[in-house]
């Protein structure tokens, strides 16, 4: 008998909510990551790779970075469709692409983000042939090109800082700062954002961990066409992003 694996992709759909939305109705950064995050949570349980499968082998996910490009944000009070497909696994690193769409199929919002898993025990990364997913691959690819796991921003363009201090309310299950929260910083703190200015784009990665009362201290320097962020936890970087236009 031949057994048909399923093919690895999860859909479901998402009502854009006012919590989700600034004062112009234009859809915020932060909820976008916050979405796209709970349907890779929703997928990762289904193809035995969840929080709590990892958790009785003390290995958890860690992400390093994330993209997202907005093609036209989605209306207030709208009705949309989100999916999530993993890529062909790398030697250490695991790729993860995004789609939301109108009901109609028009493309509205995509991303990829990169991870990897850690071992909790040594605070080792494992292959990422030790991982085994319950399924057959999306035969579909919104980036073909590998991703980047650094920005690779200039510390000396700094121009403006400020400190945030993490709190409670920022921190998530594995017991650090939630991704999406950085990017709740950024929002307030951005000319583009508080200029109603248009946003394409958005790329964040992550290099240290943010715990409770950890005391970030960030800076910003504008480009172009886009402005660039960087976070310093004790002068090591904790997270880099640019946000603006293509």
């Not at 969840?50 to 490009?69: C, R």
Request: glycine letters at 4%.
């Amino acid at each position: 008998m031949v057994i048909i694996m399923a093919v690895m992709k999860k859909e479901m759909n998402y009502f854009v909510q006012t919590r989700d939305v600034d004062s112009q109705d234009h859809m915020k950064p932060a909820p976008i990551l916050d979405i796209f995050q709970d349907i890779a949570g929703l997928h990762a349980d289904e193809i035995g790779v969840g929080y709590l499968d990892f958790k009785k082998n003390n290995l958890a996910w860690v992400v390093l970075y994330q993209k997202i490009e907005i093609v036209k944000a989605p209306p207030y009070l709208e009705n949309v469709l989100i999916s999530t497909w993993p890529k062909p696994k790398g030697r250490l690193d695991f790729e993860r692409e995004y789609l939301m769409c109108s009901l109609d199929g028009q493309h509205l919002i995509h991303g990829i983000s990169l991870w990897v898993v850690m071992d909790l025990n040594t605070r080792s990364l494992v292959r990422a042939d030790k991982i085994n997913y319950n399924g057959e691959y999306f035969d579909n690819c919104l980036y073909s090109e590998k991703q980047k796991r650094k920005l690779g921003l200039d510390k000396s363009l700094i121009d403006y800082e400020f400190w945030y201090e993490v709190t409670l309310d920022d921190l998530d299950h594995n017991g650090h700062m939630n991704n999406a929260k950085y990017l709740t910083i950024i929002y307030n703190h951005s000319d583009l954002y508080k200029n109603n200015k248009t946003i394409e784009q958005f790329e964040i990665s992550y290099s240290k961990e943010a715990k409770y009362n950890d005391k970030i201290k960030i800076g910003r320097y504008k480009l172009e066409n886009k402005e660039a962020f960087m976070g310093f936890i004790a002068d090591e970087l904790c997270f880099e992003c640019l946000i603006g236009e293509k």
